[in-house]
């Protein structure tokens, strides 16, 4: 079995989508419409799991879910089998969902968890992460990007003085892209930290756990795109036309 058949898809679409209102009051985040054909931003997810192999997928669901359940329904036309979890109002957090699609049984079958934060658009290539992440026997594997800008201007100052202003510069360090995968069997120390706190983080508490055990976890570099469409201004930024242009083999029949 290859390994991507023993992995299991999650993309976290839960969430109420704060920052992204008042286009949430109307919208699930996830279903928020990018591109000129206007598609719903989880279509992408879905799609590109599928792509790349993935053909179980389990939706993390709770605030306006139907609209999800509604569009996507088992998955049958995208060529993947889907399953919605609801939130438990017991588990807090993005980390509490996921152990809550753990603890109900939905990942028994997998080896590996794939975590897909449900605000981000990317053409990530899934089926090398996932073989990294296999071939290096990581207990956790984050995809990092080096082409993270800074949002403001940085200046370089001597003494008293400011000799340069670079505008939006590269930070210059990896940074996170809302997207790990997991074996399964770490969710025994998640288990531990839903024992423990009220709302649990998967990057900010999950993965500093298996960190601080002395677990290995890898960092997967890619210059792949990639857009946190986490807030109003970010999604004004987004062009339509570079989504269609990046994500057509998407929708191009095989």
Known sequence: MSTKEKTVGVVLCGGEGKRLRPLTYYFQKAMIPVGAQQKPLLEYIVRLLSYHGLKKLVLLVGYKGQQIVNYFDNGERYGVEISYVWDNPAYGGNGGALYNAYEQGHFNNAENVLVYYGDILSDINIADFLAFHEKNQFTATLA?????????GVA?????RVVNLVEKPPLGKPVTIGLVVFRRNSFEYLRELIETKKEVDIMGDFIRV???RGLSIGGYITDAFWFDLGTTEAYEKLDPNEVDRRFSFLFQKK
């Open 156 to 160: 370089e100052v001597k003494g008293e």
């Open 210 to 212: 298996l960190l601080n």
């Open 144 to 152: 990092l990007s080096t082409n993270y800008r800074v949002a403001v």
